[in-house]
C-alpha cells in the first residue's frame, strides 16, 4: 500500500515507459510512410478512430472499476480479521482463568494469520508480478513474504506437536485453524469452560472462517479472463489506428500555418498520438495491477502491517510488553 500523498510523476513515467517506447516507435511509422513515401492514402477517417475511442474507453473504465472494487473488497476482508482478531483476543483473555491456555488461544490465532498471509502472497499465472515493470519496481520496496521462510516463524507460535502437521499440510492456515478448534473443544470436555463461552468461541471462529475464504475467493479467482482479453486487445487495437485516424487532421493544418512548421505540421501527429494512447495503455497497466490485491504489488492490502499491528494488540491484551516495531514504509510502500 502506498502512504504517500501520491505518486511522483517521474515514477509514473518510469513504470510505464516501455508503453511509451512501444508508442513512439508506432506513432512514427504512419507518419513516415505519409509524409516521405507519399502515402496518403493510409489514414483512417477521424469519426471511425472517435468510435473506436469511445468504445475503448467504456471497457477500460469497466474492468478498472471492478479491479478497485476487488481491491475495497480484500481491505474489507482484513479489516473484518482485524475486527475478529481483537475479538478472540478479548475472549481468550477472559473466557480462561489460565494465562499459559490464554496465550496458547492466542499464538494458536497468530499461527494462523501468518499462514495465511503466506499463502495469499504465492505467486498466480495471471498476476502481473511477473511482468517486467513491477518487477523492476519491486527494488523501491521488499516484499517480507519472499525474504523470510514459514517454516521460520511458526516456531514462535505453535508447540512442537503441532508443528510438523502444519507445516506439511497443503493449506496451513486451514490446519491451524482445525486445531484451535480442537484445542477449544478440549477445553469444554475438561470443563474449563462453559458451554456458553464454548458457543461464543465457535461463533467467532467460524467469522474467521468466512473471512478467510473470502481472502482465497479474491486470491485463487483472478478477474474474469475473457474480460481482461477484450481489454487488451481493445486498448492495443486503438493505439494502432488512432495514428492513422490523425494523419488527415494535421496535414489540412499546414494550410493555416506559415514558417518553419509549414508543410512539416504532420509531424505533430507523434507526440499527440502518444499523450493519448498513453493514457488508455496505463489506465490498463494501473487496472492490471490493482486486479490481484494480495500479489505483493506496490498497491495490495498490507496485510503484513496488519498482521504485526494486530500481534502487538493481542500480546498487550494479554499483558505481554514485548515491543513489535511497525514495518516502515519503503520507498512509501508498505506491505
Given at each position: 500500500m502506498h502512504l504517500g500523498k501520491a505518486y511522483k510523476f517521474s515514477e509514473f513515467v518510469i513504470w510505464t515507459r516501455r508503453q511509451i517506447y512501444w508508442l513512439l516507435v508506432w506513432a512514427s511509422v504512419p507518419v513516415v510512410l505519409y509524409q516521405c513515401l507519399g502515402l496518403t492514402w493510409l489514414s483512417v477517417p477521424m469519426p471511425v478512430v472517435a468510435l473506436l475511442g469511445t468504445a475503448t474507453s467504456f471497457i477500460v473504465g469497466f474492468k478498472n472499476v471492478?479491479?478497485?472494487?476487488?481491491?475495497?473488497?480484500?481491505?474489507?476482508?482484513?479489516?473484518?480479521?482485524?475486527s475478529g482478531s481483537r475479538l478472540w483476543g478479548m475472549i481468550a483473555r477472559d473466557f480462561l482463568g489460565d494465562v499459559e491456555r490464554s496465550k496458547?488461544?492466542?499464538?494458536?490465532?497468530?499461527?494462523?494469520?501468518?499462514?495465511?498471509r503466506y499463502e495469499l502472497r504465492q505467486p498466480r499465472v495471471w498476476e502481473s508480478m511477473?511482468?517486467?515493470?513491477?518487477?523492476?519496481?519491486?527494488r523501491f520496496y521488499r516484499i517480507p513474504e519472499r525474504e523470510i521462510a514459514i517454516d521460520a516463524l511458526m516456531p514462535e507460535y505453535l508447540p512442537k506437536a503441532e508443528l510438523m502437521p502444519v507445516l506439511s499440510s497443503a493449506s496451513k492456515a486451514t490446519k491451524v485453524m482445525s486445531l484451535q478448534c480442537a484445542a477449544i473443544r478440549r477445553l469444554h470436555a475438561s470443563g474449563q469452560i462453559g458451554s456458553n463461552f464454548y458457543m461464543e468461541m465457535e461463533r467467532a471462529l467460524r467469522d474467521l472462517i468466512d473471512q478467510q475464504a473470502k481472502a482465497e475467493r479474491l486470491k485463487n479467482f483472478p478477474y474474469p479472463r475473457q474480460y481482461a482479453t477484450v481489454n487488451t486487445l481493445f486498448v492495443r487495437?486503438?493505439?494502432?489506428?488512432?495514428?492513422?485516424?490523425?494523419?488527415?487532421?494535421?496535414?489540412?493544418?499546414?494550410?493555416?500555418?506559415?514558417?518553419?512548421?509549414?508543410?512539416n505540421m504532420i509531424w505533430l501527429v507523434v507526440p499527440f498520438s502518444v499523450m493519448v494512447s498513453w493514457m488508455y495503455t496505463s489506465l490498463e497497466q494501473v487496472g492490471g495491477s490493482t486486479e490481484n490485491p494480495f500479489e505483493g504489488g506496490a498497491n495490495d492490502v498490507p496485510i503484513s502491517m496488519l498482521c504485526r499491528n494486530i500481534e502487538r494488540e493481542m500480546k498487550e491484551m494479554l499483558g505481554d510488553d514485548m515491543a513489535l516495531s511497525?514495518?516502515?514504509?519503503?520507498?512509501?510502500?508498505?506491505l
Amino acid at each position: 500500500m502506498h502512504l504517500g500523498k501520491a505518486y511522483k510523476f517521474s515514477e509514473f513515467v518510469i513504470w510505464t515507459r516501455r508503453q511509451i517506447y512501444w508508442l513512439l516507435v508506432w506513432a512514427s511509422v504512419p507518419v513516415v510512410l505519409y509524409q516521405c513515401l507519399g502515402l496518403t492514402w493510409l489514414s483512417v477517417p477521424m469519426p471511425v478512430v472517435a468510435l473506436l475511442g469511445t468504445a475503448t474507453s467504456f471497457i477500460v473504465g469497466f474492468k478498472n472499476v471492478q479491479t478497485y472494487n476487488r481491491a475495497m473488497e480484500a481491505q474489507a476482508v482484513w479489516t473484518s480479521i482485524q475486527s475478529g482478531s481483537r475479538l478472540w483476543g478479548m475472549i481468550a483473555r477472559d473466557f480462561l482463568g489460565d494465562v499459559e491456555r490464554s496465550k496458547e488461544l492466542v499464538n494458536r490465532h497468530l499461527a494462523w494469520m501468518t499462514a495465511l498471509r503466506y499463502e495469499l502472497r504465492q505467486p498466480r499465472v495471471w498476476e502481473s508480478m511477473n511482468q517486467s515493470f513491477n518487477i523492476e519496481y519491486l527494488r523501491f520496496y521488499r516484499i517480507p513474504e519472499r525474504e523470510i521462510a514459514i517454516d521460520a516463524l511458526m516456531p514462535e507460535y505453535l508447540p512442537k506437536a503441532e508443528l510438523m502437521p502444519v507445516l506439511s499440510s497443503a493449506s496451513k492456515a486451514t490446519k491451524v485453524m482445525s486445531l484451535q478448534c480442537a484445542a477449544i473443544r478440549r477445553l469444554h470436555a475438561s470443563g474449563q469452560i462453559g458451554s456458553n463461552f464454548y458457543m461464543e468461541m465457535e461463533r467467532a471462529l467460524r467469522d474467521l472462517i468466512d473471512q478467510q475464504a473470502k481472502a482465497e475467493r479474491l486470491k485463487n479467482f483472478p478477474y474474469p479472463r475473457q474480460y481482461a482479453t477484450v481489454n487488451t486487445l481493445f486498448v492495443r487495437f486503438f493505439c494502432l489506428v488512432f495514428p492513422f485516424g490523425l494523419l488527415q487532421e494535421f496535414d489540412a493544418l499546414n494550410r493555416s500555418v506559415t514558417g518553419l512548421m509549414h508543410g512539416n505540421m504532420i509531424w505533430l501527429v507523434v507526440p499527440f498520438s502518444v499523450m493519448v494512447s498513453w493514457m488508455y495503455t496505463s489506465l490498463e497497466q494501473v487496472g492490471g495491477s490493482t486486479e490481484n490485491p494480495f500479489e505483493g504489488g506496490a498497491n495490495d492490502v498490507p496485510i503484513s502491517m496488519l498482521c504485526r499491528n494486530i500481534e502487538r494488540e493481542m500480546k498487550e491484551m494479554l499483558g505481554d510488553d514485548m515491543a513489535l516495531s511497525t514495518p516502515e514504509p519503503d520507498a512509501c510502500v508498505v506491505l
